[in-house]
């Protein structure tokens, strides 16, 4: 479908065509037509399928429908500084030629600006829970009158311990309101917050849980004490100028980055212990392309857009298959073709066989002489798998009421 179908506002249309938006994805087909109705809505799709965008466009077309001034009409509650200030981005680049000012709230940062902006009633408000429930203690807003409320990555906010918070924004928030929840994963407490917050929602499932189309997936059978040798081999093999490394923890994260470094490579980390100014600074640079090699924990693996990177290296394994998928969407975005190279230990084993499963297909390993050991993992040879491209398969939304799940 073409954007002029759903019938939104020249001053919209004209904010689509600056990001360059030609025709709508599956999950913007499948979600925007209900949210402009005003339905609560639950979407799953794969990590760099155009998500954002399904939200934020309905949300500037009602706002532009029920004109209203002087409060927050918006609230879109995100785990992590990066996806926030990566959805303020999408929300500042669709509505340009919009009458409606939009901010961040977050944590690492002053609270006068962000006081300022909800005292101001700033019309959209993307936050993280913590830091929102700070200005709630401080008198700085009462989110009385909000009228759509999106849940972004629902299931990492849980997984970060947010429920509660969560839980505390949805009751000061009005019961007679529009909200939208998105998440790869659905458990029981997922489930509960569903039943307790949205109201006979619409839920709309493109490719979940499926990895990305366009990366290639390797396997590096390896034992622990031989990952630093292996990681500085594939860096100096791969002519890339955008490598993403992730690690498990952020004292692996820093400590990696000093062997890149001292191998004689640019390299910063990004992770919960660096200051805001700090991770935004090692954004900036990675994304201008004058840092190629970024260190991470899974604070990156989702909401990290950066259509250039060329390289995931998983330098340990992600704890699930799901973390797999997310870390790996971070390259083969916007069409382009991405290689994901995973360090594998013999602990990795049970993790794997999911990811393959996934997949549907074994991941080719392969060695490095003197450096991995195929005794780790059993070799499989073959071309690595990349799966089929967007433009070669049809995707179908698979759309269902909630009762069905």
């Not at 065509?17 to 639950?42: F, H, S």
């Not at 001034?69 to 879109?76: H, Q, Y």
């Not at 062997?259 to 004689?264: D, M, N, S």
């Not at 200051?275 to 990290?304: E, K, N, P, Y």
Request: charged letters at 20%.
């Amino acid at each position: 479908m073409k954007f002029e179908s759903f019938n939104l506002d020249e001053h919209i249309l004209q904010g689509v065509q600056n990001a360059g938006y030609k025709v709508a994805t599956p999950i913007q087909e499948a979600v925007i037509l209900p949210a402009l109705r005003g339905r609560d809505v639950i979407g799953t799709a794969q990590t760099g399928t155009g998500k954002t965008a399904a939200f934020v466009l309905p949300i500037l077309q009602r706002l532009l429908d029920h004109p209203g001034t002087g409060r927050t009409r918006v609230l879109i509650v995100t785990p992590t500084r990066e996806l926030a200030e990566q959805i303020q981005g999408v929300v500042k680049v669709l509505g340009k030629h919009c009458p409606f000012r939009s901010a961040t709230v977050y944590g690492g940062v002053g609270m006068h600006p962000q006081a300022e902006a909800l005292r101001r009633g700033y019309e959209i408000i993307v936050a993280c829970p913590g830091r929102l429930l700070d200005h709630v203690a401080q008198g700085n807003t009462r989110l009385h009158k909000v009228e759509t409320l999106v849940l972004d990555e629902a299931d990492r906010m849980l997984d970060m311990g947010f429920l509660p918070a969560v839980q505390k924004i949805i009751r000061l928030l009005p019961a007679e309101r529009q909200t939208m929840l998105f998440s790869a994963t659905f458990d029981a407490a997922m489930e509960r917050l569903i039943a307790s917050s949205l109201r006979s929602p619409e839920r709309f499932s493109v490719d979940a849980e499926a990895p990305a189309d366009t990366v290639a997936h390797t396997i590096y059978p390896v034992a622990q004490n031989m990952k630093n040798s292996l990681l500085l081999q594939l860096i100096k093999k791969t002519v890339a100028r955008s490598i993403l490394v992730f690690t498990r923890t952020k004292h692996r994260a820093d400590r990696v980055v000093d062997v890149i470094k001292r191998a004689g490579h640019h390299a910063a980390a990004l992770h919960a212990n660096k200051s805001q100014s700090q991770r935004q600074h090692a954004l900036a640079q990675f994304r201008s392309g004058r840092l190629s090699i970024l260190v991470a924990t899974d604070i990156a693996a989702r909401g990290l857009d950066i259509a250039s990177i060329s390289h995931v290296i998983n330098y340990d394994m992600p704890d699930s298959a799901t973390t797999y998928i997310h870390r790996i969407g971070r390259t083969g975005r916007a069409s382009r073709t991405g290689d994901a190279l995973t360090l594998a230990t013999w602990e990795d084993a049970d993790v794997v066989r999911n990811i393959e499963q996934i997949l549907g297909a074994p991941i080719r390993r392969e060695e490095l002489a003197g450096i991995t050991d195929n005794t780790v993992l059993p070799v499989k040879t073959g071309k690595p798998v990349r799966r089929m491209t967007m433009s070669n398969r049809c995707t179908v939304p698979v759309c269902r009421s909630i009762s069905a799940f």
